[in-house]
């Protein structure tokens, strides 16, 4: 009826309050040097990033203390833990913003709990990190604006690893890894990946996506992070609904003459969290050291990759070490020691691969007199098919399996290729000397001694081995293989 009062309506969802943020405000950058067992880490006050990261037991290619951090390109590009809003103008302030700290000092002695605030009454910003005696360090950030946390990325832009090596192979050591439902998913550039991923595919450019310098990785993710050949940087998540976006960007160097195209552009890695809410995470910066590796929780020995022969790598890896730890203390002995070993236990199968190639060396004119009788028949002739059984026939008679010299190498080539994989990715021979000229087992010959006496011992071996084709042609072929090799 018209004298009816409305019915009363539901009360509004009520915002929340807005709460009063203290300005908190340095007036100069200062530096944040935390020493620990393992590692030299430099925090700066200003925008509350790390400016430096040296593990204090290896050196670069120069002798210097090894930085993890590539100076010039974070200059550019950020430094790690630097934030990423939506707001971009928000973003830069708050990126080169001056952070207050706790403790007060210059320099801390790890284990110790940093914690760098910014505030200018309107957003505040807070980032803790706790240094433990070992290579991993607890990271927590939030923003927040006086009523609710807002969404962030954290970032390690500028790439990773060792950058004292020249600018080529410092990119073909990038790497970047994820783990999704128990499989770690790796991608080397320039090298052929032992792990097929989408992220593989994208880092080597043929991603169908439509920006190719960003990748989703997808969630949950028990880890992700960068690594070059030696070292790796892992960040381990602390809630499920964290999420890792891949990048690139290009950054110009000071001495850079080239295109546009050519300029290099890093990998960088961002954290972040689907719920506004505080993002904390673990940060593990560490040598890809089996044992190290193994200690990490989770376990990231798998980092250390050793391609699709590691059931025969890694155990050759384990006695290349044991015979360093306790009978040869020179990498480069315990080389030639190991490789002494491999030879001899080998040394049957190649008799047999010899004895073979000199039986098929014997037959090789019968077979080429049978050849030359169905040469002028195609192919795909049927008379082709009798040619095959005569040389079948040949061969039964005189107790020769064709395949005989085949087989031998076949089953020395994944001990060949897992003890080269032992080689390249093994972190113990890194600078490790052997004698005279020799000051690192990880670098190429300086004077190329070493590939010069590889290629004459394989020529005078070659030509020792029985040949069992009879084409001049193609035995001048096998000849100059050495110096391929």
């Known amino acids: 009826t018209p004298n009816t009062p409305p019915p009363p309506q539901a009360p509004a969802a009520e915002l929340p309050r807005a709460i009063s943020l203290p300005v908190q405000q340095g007036t100069q950058a200062e530096d944040i040097v935390i020493d ?49 809003l939506t707001n971009p103008e ?25 914690e760098l605030v910014y505030s200018d009454g309107e957003i505040q910003v807070k980032k803790q990190l706790e240094f433990g005696p070992g290579y991993e360090v607890r990271v927590e950030a939030s923003v927040f604006d006086g009523k609710q946390y807002l969404p962030f990325e954290v970032a390690w832009p500028g790439g990773f690893g060792d950058h004292s090596v020249n600018a ?43 920006n190719p310098l960003e990748l989703k990785i997808p969630s949950p993710a028990a880890f992700a992070g960068l690594a070059d050949r030696y070292f790796v940087d892992v960040f381990l998540p ?26 290099p552009k890093p990998l960088m890695i961002s954290v972040e969290r689907a719920q506004p809410k505080p993002l904390a995470f673990r ?6 050291d089996l044992d190290v590796l193994k200690a990490s929780n989770p376990p990231l020995d798998r980092l250390v990759d050793y391609g699709w022969f590691s059931f025969v790598a890694r155990p050759l890896f384990l006695v290349l070490r044991y015979i360093y730890d306790h009978w040869i203390h020179n990498y480069g002995w315990a ?74 190498m ?28 020799v000051k690192d087992l990880s670098a190429p010959d300086p004077y190329y001694i070493l590939p010069i006496v590889m290629t004459v011992s394989m020529f005078f071996m070659q030509k020792m081995t029985p040949m069992t084709m009879g084409d001049p042609a193609q035995q001048r072929m096998m000849m100059i293989m050495p110096i391929i090799f």
Not at 178 to 197: C, D, L, M, N, W
Not at 283 to 288: D, E, S, V
């Open 36 to 84: 620990g067992e393992v590692s030299r880490v430099t925090l700066s006050t200003q925008g509350a990033v790390v400016r430096s990261w040296v593990l204090k037991n290896y050196t670069d290619e120069k002798g210097h203390p090894l930085d993890l951090i590539q100076t010039a390109a974070c200059e550019q590009l950020g430094f790690p833990l630097s934030l990423s």
């Open 90 to 114: 928000l973003s830069k302030k708050l990126n080169s913003a001056i952070f207050v700290g706790q403790p007060v000092g210059s320099t801390l002695t790890a284990p110790v709990k940093v």
């Open 168 to 210: 080529g192979m410092a990119a073909a050591m990038e790497r970047a890894f994820y783990q999704v439902e128990g499989t770690t998913k790796v991608h080397e550039e320039h090298v052929a990946p032992s792990i097929t991923s989408r992220v593989g595919s994208w880092l080597s450019g043929s991603s169908q996506q439509a």
């Open 238 to 263: 602390a809630s499920p609904d964290t999420g890792f976006t891949l990048r690139r960007r290009p950054w110009t160097p000071p001495d850079f003459k080239g295109e546009e195209k050519s300029k």
């Open 283 to 288: 940060l593990f910066i560490a040598p890809k």
């Open 335 to 408: 080389i030639v020691f190991l490789t002494i070993v491999i030879t001899m236990a080998f040394l049957p199968l190649k008799i047999k691969q010899i004895r073979s190639a000199q039986e098929m060396q014997r037959v090789a004119p019968i077979i080429k007199g049978i050849q030359d009788k169905y040469k002028q028949y195609k192919f795909n002739d049927p008379r082709k098919q009798r040619m095959q059984q005569e040389i079948m026939k040949i061969y039964k008679e005189h107790n020769i399996n064709p395949l005989g010299g085949c087989l031998p």
């Open 410 to 437: 076949l089953l020395q080539l994944p001990f060949l290729y897992g003890f080269y994989m032992v080689l390249y990715v093994s972190i113990e021979l890194r600078h490790a000397p052997w004698f005279g000229w």
